[in-house]
């Protein structure tokens, strides 16, 4: 059974970080194609970025391009969301997807 459970999230300032991190079992993690979306208060799914599990390709949206990096611990079947310089608008709550199954998602909240 795949299973996704993300963690990291909380308040900070803008301006600031967080690294959100997203456990997984249940499949072959390393070959996965694994992404990173969000949903703000009020709005739909977006999408934030992938990562490409064979050859580590790694892709964003254009709001968090410079800002935030995923990465993966194959060793730890973990993907990471490191995320710098975070502003208001990158308020949502944040899961980790894997062909369409997200975990309960982590609360990332950008608050003066």
């Known amino acids: 059974e795949v299973q996704l459970v993300e963690s990291g999230g909380g308040l900070v300032q803008p301006g600031g970080s967080l690294t959100l991190s997203c456990a997984a079992s249940g499949f072959t993690f390393s070959s996965s194609i694994l992404k990173w979306v969000r949903q703000a208060p009020g709005k739909g799914l977006e999408w934030v970025s992938s990562?490409?599990?064979?050859?580590?390709?790694?892709y964003y949206a254009d709001s968090v391009k410079g800002r935030f990096t995923i990465s993966t611990d194959n060793a730890k079947n973990t993907v990471y969301l490191q995320m710098n310089s975070l502003q208001v608008e990158d308020t949502a709550l944040y899961f980790c997807?894997?062909?369409?199954?997200r975990g309960q998602g982590t609360q990332v909240t950008v608050s003066p």
């Open positions: 990562v490409f599990g064979l050859l580590g390709d790694t």
């Open positions: 997807d894997r062909a369409g199954r």
